[in-house]
């Protein structure tokens, strides 16, 4: 692939999932639907998912994007059902989908049956959580999914190197496998908690906000590389890094944390358009590599399979619901309780992506002995139709699934008051602090700035507590939403002097931006505020 190949398919991902803002669909799936049909375009050219590009290259940035967006607190709170998603059920599946498709398709051998099961083990779930965030699924359900899709990547790649250990005559063994589990789960989280502290202390002592952000976009990369060279699980060690770095966020400069914040929601829109735009790509060359496989035979093995996925997961979701539950009256002291709707939902939001087609990909063309892998082609014609399908068949109907149960939703008027109550503490604080400093006479300052001071924590106390209260008739606003308008419109004013003076040649450009610099990061706070 030549650079301008790279960019048409980074500048074409990018429009499509733009447009699909614009549209009921999630960009996932029109990237995928787009995908799927420029792979049949004459002149569109042949993009190969290169396993030793996403893996080391993609999917360590879109980990640290999940994670340090994830919440620690809320992960440990709810580890129990993140880790019979994120290992049981995908070592369930792999073991579960690869004897089925054992027995369903014939001349496939168990061991290759079990490298299938292995790949199509672990959901990805970047379109569940966006669909979830649309539609306000309950917090806890999120956070589910969340940690499901942040760990069940290291479990089925080491699921899978056991199991291609078989395929290819290199042996492997129950012990065998369990200690290589072990040393790349363990090894993993080692490696990411040596690193962690280190890197944090690192970007809390760098002074400029440009070297703390570099730092930033080579940290996924350095805590999977690390992990990989002593042969532990990079996903793992790139998770713990980034959910440390996500918990003590608040202790780096200001400014890095919007430049980064920034940065990283622009890495991680470029990737994920890119990602399964490459998925849809991959059609044309899936079925030209089928070999001696009719496409009709293939599509049918393909269909069992994808229903044996689907149901697999609700195999698995149901029971570790509520069997822990029944057996455990701590489980049901500790936890909140749960009705039928939030497994069926968490069950079908199983949808596969890239990583499978990934692993797939990678699978070796020959054996130990030098014979053929056995029914290579057909493994990734399954894998890429399992990865479509229930990208397609979930991913579209899981909106109007969530609606017809009629999951509770998030309490807007209960997050809000929880906010209000939040800053009302930290104002208090913050007036306290004030008083204190200006009783210092080192710290005088004329009536009017100190009440200007005073204003300010009072705006920012009141501002939360409005918009629980009533609204403008005529624009529908709070009182706070038409302070933070009228602030946007005082700034565009100002910006629009600052531009004609710079054009009289009253000021330089030079002066021009740094006082427009200004103007950006007022306007910057107040739009976090609103967000």
């Known amino acids: 692939m030549d650079a301008l190949q790279l960019v048409g398919l980074i500048a074409a991902s990018a429009a499509v999932a733009g447009a699909a803002r614009r549209t009921p669909v999630p960009a996932p799936l029109l990237l995928v639907a787009v995908g799927l049909i420029a792979s049949y375009v004459p002149g569109v050219p042949a ?76 959901p990805d779930a970047v379109a569940a959580t966006a669909i979830a965030r649309r539609l306000g699924l309950p917090s806890r359900i999120t956070t589910i999914l969340q940690g499901e899709s942040l760990v069940n990547d290291a479990t089925a790649i080491t699921a899978y ?45 760098l002074r400029e906000a440009l070297l703390q952000n570099t730092l930033s976009l080579l940290i996924p990369f350095i805590a999977y590389a690390a992990a990989e060279q002593v042969h532990a699980s990079g996903v793992l060690a790139v998770v713990v890094v980034a959910l440390y770095l996500g918990h003590h966020s608040s202790q780096v400069d200001f400014a890095t944390r919007l ?16 990602v399964f735009a490459l998925i849809g790509l991959q059609l044309a060359i899936v079925v030209e590599d089928l070999g001696e496989y009719g496409v009709g035979e293939a599509l049918w093995y393909a269909a069992g399979v994808f229903v044996t996925v689907v149901v697999v997961r609700f195999v698995w979701v149901y029971p570790a619901t509520f069997l822990p539950r029944m057996a ?79 999951l509770p939703g998030r309490d807007a008027y209960a997050e809000t008051l929880a906010e209000a109550q939040a800053q009302s503490e930290a104002s208090a ?9 200006l009783a210092d006479e080192r710290n005088a300052l004329p009536q009017p700035l ?48 600052f531009v004609e003076l710079r054009n009289r040649r009253r000021i330089d450009d030079e002066m021009m931006r740094t006082l427009l610099r200004r103007l950006d990061l007022e306007e910057a706070a107040a739009y976090r505020e609103e967000a």
Not at 114 to 120: E, M, P, R, S, Y
Not at 376 to 399: A, E, W, Y
Not at 429 to 437: D, I, Y
């Open 47 to 122: 993009y190969h998912l290169d396993p030793h590009i996403v893996l080391p290259l993609l999917l360590p940035p879109l980990l640290h994007t999940a994670a340090l967006d994830s919440s620690y607190l809320d992960l440990r709170a709810n580890i129990r059902p993140v880790a019979l998603l994120s290992v049981g059920y995908v070592l369930f599946a792999t073991l579960a989908v690869g004897y089925l498709a054992y027995l369903f398709v014939p001349d496939l051998p168990l061991t290759a049956a079990l490298v299938l099961g292995a790949v199509v083990a672990p």
């Open 161 to 205: 190197k056991v199991a291609l250990a078989a395929a290819i005559g290199e042996g492997a063994s129950w012990a065998g496998g369990i200690g290589e589990f072990a040393l790349a789960s363990l090894g993993g989280i080692g490696v990411g908690l040596v690193l962690m502290i280190p890197i944090h202390w690192l970007r809390t002592h």
């Open 259 to 274: 430049q980064e914040e920034a940065v990283w929601k622009m890495v991680s829109f470029i990737l994920e358009s890119v």
């Open 328 to 406: 455990s009256r701590r489980i049901r002291e500790r936890e909140p309780d749960t009705t039928w709707t939030a497994p069926l939902v968490v069950g079908w939001a199983g949808m596969r992506g890239v990583v499978s087609l990934a692993i797939a990909f990678s699978i070796p063309l020959t054996t130990a002995d030098g014979e053929a892998f056995p029914a290579r082609n057909l493994v990734l014609f399954l894998t890429f139709t399992t990865v479509i399908g229930t990208l397609v068949v979930q991913g579209l109907t899981l909106p109007s699934l969530i609606r017809a149960v009629k």
């Open 429 to 437: 604080a913050a007036e306290r602090r004030l008083e204190a400093l």
């Open 450 to 497: 100190a009440d200007r001071l005073r204003t300010v924590l009072e705006r920012r106390r009141n501002a939360v507590w409005e918009r629980l209260g009533t609204v403008n008739e005529v624009t529908g606003e709070s009182a706070d939403d038409t302070y933070r308008r009228l602030a946007r419109e005082m700034i565009a004013a100002e910006r629009d002097v």
